[in-house]
């Protein structure tokens, strides 16, 4: 059992041999700004919130939920007898919380969320299921304890129970083993947090149209009707479109999106041929922006906060135009993720307000007067031809009423440049100032894809309609490289983008499962939690974290660098948990001194089964199986693992043996193997950070051993290449499907200068391959950068180019020349199943190409001949391949046709997903590369 050293901090007066809880009362219902009040209390405590605190609240309606309440500790099992005589250092713990069946509760203990009753009815003792035990409870390790509450009465009767046997009922725990201090890092990250989950901004994942201002968790959703039908256009997301399948696409172009919310533009067409809309509705093209300004009367609690101009205009020229169209925008209140507010509409008053209680006013109000209501007691606004304008205020309706449109109009125009001066100015700071294309895309795709939920702050999704039902969703290497996007330079130039980053690194990393690793998905919808207990994905988080930390210190920034020394603190213990969970779990057939003990994919049994972790209590447990371990390379369907070994006499493949007993592929594998080597040598970094040099010893032999069986395994001496390997009994050798996680083990310069020599050269530039140029430039005229172009509502009018005239299948002419447009395809171009154009089985992704090119970067490799030209014709490639539908229609795909480049050609590759702008990184990290050599 690893144990390190932990800085506490004292909570609002409280001493340190002080037993109890602190316990913090909030006038609000989302424990938001300075709490009401602040108390230490014994574990079982009972309190009134009419008396507590000298009765402060007394006289306040509880039954509305308006207050909130927060209790934070720390929970230390110690050594020996005592009240904690039958606590065994090292074992599994489940917790529960007594709060009476009318409040709700939500219960993490060393940030696993265990208990999530955020709406009602209630379980008076919600207990986390008894297959889930939850947290490994070591002598002297103290763990972080917070429960968060709504309250819905006067009376809060609040106790937190443990249990080590699932068969027996969970008793309290024990006054002794807590105290009312919490980690610093904890509290670091609150602040950070905090700071970032302020303001009006497009929080809500499942809507575009969606403004909501925070912390107040409040906001207006807009609608399109067709007044003639009476269809409604909502939440223009952004989504795969086929018209022969049915669907009518809806053209979206999103424009500039600054990071921290303060400009927005994007542009729809609502109702597309082939809709109910009539044909004079179908010609409409809508754009939609917003523009912060000073706010007149932002509360005292959040005095920074701006208010917002909300500006949507037509294309429509005339009356008679809006009339023949018959259109109107429909606005509906929200108030998210269990919060409190009392909402009123006012048709006079052509606004919608929301009283927070402690946390103030929030209004809308409109420039001209509403038509009507909407059924969700909102407001209906004809479309005319001229532009309707919302201030989204902190605060009543200003002295006055009414809106300024051409203010209005005025603001959106400044903010608008000054989203164009930063993109500017962003990469001519980091000296490469003809990659402004390639910056506005990696900076819309993050900066729209900011969502926000209280159980995880601030995070960035993957995109906003994949697995979309979901309130928040996390994929694992997805979010990493996110991170690593915003938090190194030129993006984590702006300080907003680089707390966005670092908030969804901690919590992608934090809500790891209680048994040790980095989930492949985590999720949640209302209460109910969709979680992978089974499995991992990648390996990616120390590398990420410690390129981060490095890209600190060079910057410069004091900002940044003191934020990645406390964040590296705060997730070392979990990086390095996840780094046993792999070493211990994932290596197959250890006892085999030969070939065994590389790493393999995996699904555990046992387990609670995805799906049933938080807010479920389902007993399903044996759901391991081939499929779900090969999710955990995040290649879901490549043929490296469905197509694995030649059968004689038949031209299909066989795909690897899967050992149902132990839940593993029987497949060595080289990109799960060299990223382990990679993790733990970015961990050995790290400890020095962190103050855990004890682990350095472990950390070496762990990479030391694995490098050697990579080599001695995995390395095929015949074709110079790494390749899988039959770890069945079979022994049927060599796999032939190879990809590029064949160049994986340079990241972690495993290979000699002499196999690197041979992996580029024989592999990663052969046309018949990989097709890696060695010749293509990032300087020169022709770079495609530099005008960045935004569509107006105009030219959506002809929006044919959005979607696919027809549904391209196939890599249908695989390049044999020596110049290829676009890599690095998934599978090898020489492998048959290169031709299916189907998600891994051929086409380009954004993440295998950061890992490629971070692998030719390896410092190891710098004087291998062809090195450097092969990573800036990677560079290069990885450009034009992003640029191809971004200029043309702002799309940044999760994956791309390898031969026509295309993102839309197929209905599985989402049309705005993050990583899609990896592609648009590596070509600016190389850029800047160049200038600083």
């Not at 399948?245 to 303060?262: C, E, K």
Request: negative net charge.
């Amino acid at each position: 059992m690893l144990w390190w050293a932990m800085a506490l901090v004292l909570v609002h007066g409280a001493s340190a041999d002080e037993q109890g809880l602190t316990v913090q009362l909030f006038d609000n219902s989302v424990m938001r700004g300075t709490p009401h009040c602040t108390k230490v209390l014994h574990n079982g405590f009972h309190l009134n919130t009419d008396s507590f605190c000298g009765g402060a609240l007394s006289g306040r309606d509880a039954s509305l939920g308006t207050m909130s309440l927060r209790i934070t500790g720390t929970l230390t099992v110690p050594e020996g007898a005592g009240t904690a005589s039958a606590v065994l250092s090292g074992e599994w713990y489940a917790f529960a919380i007594t709060v009476g069946t009318q409040h709700w509760v939500r219960l993490w203990v060393d940030d696993h969320r265990l208990v999530d009753q955020w709406s009602g009815p209630h379980d008076p003792t919600p207990v986390t299921h008894a297959l889930l035990p939850n947290v490994t409870l070591s002598a002297s390790r103290p763990v972080f304890l917070r429960a968060d509450m709504r309250l819905f009465s006067s009376d809060v009767n609040v106790t937190v129970l443990w249990r080590n046997d699932p068969h027996a009922p969970p008793s309290p725990v024990p006054p002794s083993t807590l105290r009312p201090v919490i980690p610093d890092t904890q509290q670091l990250r609150w602040t950070l947090q905090d700071n970032a989950a302020r303001g009006w901004n497009h929080w809500y994942r499942k809507s575009f149209l969606a403004l909501v201002a925070l912390p107040q968790q409040v906001g207006i959703d807009l609608g399109i009707r067709d007044r003639r039908s009476m269809t409604e256009f909502r939440n223009a997301l952004l989504k795969p479109q086929f018209p022969h399948r049915g669907n009518p696409p809806v053209p979206v172009r999103l424009g500039y999106h600054l990071y921290d919310g303060s400009f927005s533009e994007m542009h729809f067409v609502p109702f597309p041929d082939g809709t109910e809309a009539t044909t004079s509705a179908s010609a409409v093209n809508f754009t939609v922006q917003t523009a912060a300004l000073p706010s007149h009367t932002a509360p005292l609690v959040f005095p920074s906060l701006s208010d917002h101009y909300v500006v949507v205009r037509t294309n429509l020229s005339s009356g008679e135009g809006a009339q023949a169209a018959n259109l109107s925008v429909t606005v509906h209140p929200m108030v998210l993720w269990g919060a409190y507010a009392n909402v009123s509409v006012s048709i006079a008053g052509a606004a919608v307000s929301f009283d927070t209680e402690g946390l103030g006013t929030v209004t809308a109000v409109f420039s001209r007067a509403p038509i009507g209501t909407t059924p969700d007691n909102g407001l209906e606004f004809t479309v005319t031809d001229e532009p309707l304008v919302a201030l989204l205020t902190f605060g009543s309706v200003p002295p006055g009423g009414g809106v300024d449109v051409a203010t209005a109009l005025h603001a959106v125009t400044t903010k608008r440049a000054e989203a164009a001066k930063l993109i500017a100015s962003a990469v001519a700071a980091v000296g490469v100032p003809k990659m402004t294309d390639a910056y506005d895309a990696i900076m819309t795709s993050i900066a729209w894809n900011v969502n926000f939920d209280p159980r995880v702050s601030v995070t960035v999704p993957v995109s906003r309609t994949f697995e979309g039902n979901f309130d928040f969703l996390f994929f694992d290497w997805d979010c990493y490289f996110l991170s690593l996007m915003a938090c190194t330079r030129p993006v984590a130039l702006d300080d907003v983008a680089f707390d966005i980053g670092v908030s969804n690194l901690i919590e992608v990393t934090q809500t790891r499962s209680a048994y040790g690793q980095v989930m492949n998905k985590r999720a949640a919808s209302g209460s109910s939690s969709s979680d992978t207990n089974d499995r991992s994905e990648p390996y990616v988080g120390a590398g990420v974290v410690k390129r981060i930390y490095d890209d600190a210190l060079a910057s410069g920034s004091s900002h940044r660098k003191a934020t990645m020394a406390w964040v590296v603190r705060l997730l070392f213990p979990s990086l390095l948990g996840w780094n046993q969970w792999v070493w211990n779990l994932r290596r197959y057939n250890v006892s085999n001194t030969k070939e065994g003990g590389l790493v393999v994919l995996g699904a555990d049994n046992h387990l609670p089964c995805e799906g049933s972790t938080v807010g479920l209590n389902s007993s399903r447990t044996v759901c391991a199986s081939d499929y779900g371990a090969i999710l955990e390379s995040g290649m879901d369907n490549s043929p490296m693992y469905y197509d694995t070994f030649d059968v004689p006499g038949s031209s299909k493949r066989a795909p690897a043996r899967w050992d149902a007993e132990q839940g593993r592929v029987q497949l060595y594998d080289c990109q799960q193997s060299a990223l382990f080597v990679a993790e733990s040598q970015a961990l050995q970094a790290l400890a020095a950070v962190a103050g855990r040099s004890d682990t350095m010893p472990m950390l070496q032999h762990q990479s030391q051993t694995l490098s050697r069986l990579i080599n001695n395994v995995l390395w095929d001496d015949a074709t110079g290449v790494y390749r899988q390997k039959d770890a069945s009994p079979l022994r049927l050798g060599f796999s032939p499907a190879i990809s590029p996680t064949s160049f994986y083990p340079m990241i972690a310069g495993i290979p000699s200068q002499a196999q690197a020599t041979r992996l580029l050269h024989d592999h990663l530039l052969n046309a018949s391959e990989f097709c890696v140029s060695a010749t293509k430039k990032l300087n020169g005229n022709n770079d495609g950068m530099g005008a960045t172009t935004l569509l107006s509502a105009d030219t959506l009018a002809n929006h044919a180019s959005d979607v696919p005239t027809t549904a391209n299948t196939t890599n249908s002419t695989a390049t044999t020349t020596t110049e290829c447009p676009f890599a690095i395809p998934s599978i090898s171009r020489s492998d048959p199943n290169f031709y299916d154009n189907s998600y891994w089985r051929g086409r380009t992704w954004g993440p295998v190409n950061l890992l490629t090119w971070l692998g030719l970067s390896a410092p190891q490799y710098g004087n291998v001949s062809g090195i450097a030209a092969a990573r800036e014709g990677l560079a290069r490639q990885s450009l034009d391949l992003v640029m191809g539908e971004w200029l043309s229609v702002r799309h940044v795909h999760e994956n791309y046709n390898s031969t026509t480049g295309k993102g839309g050609d197929v209905i599985n590759s989402n049309p705005f997903y993050t990583w899609g702008s990896n592609l648009a990184y590596i070509a600016i990290r190389e850029a800047m590369r160049l200038v600083n050599s």
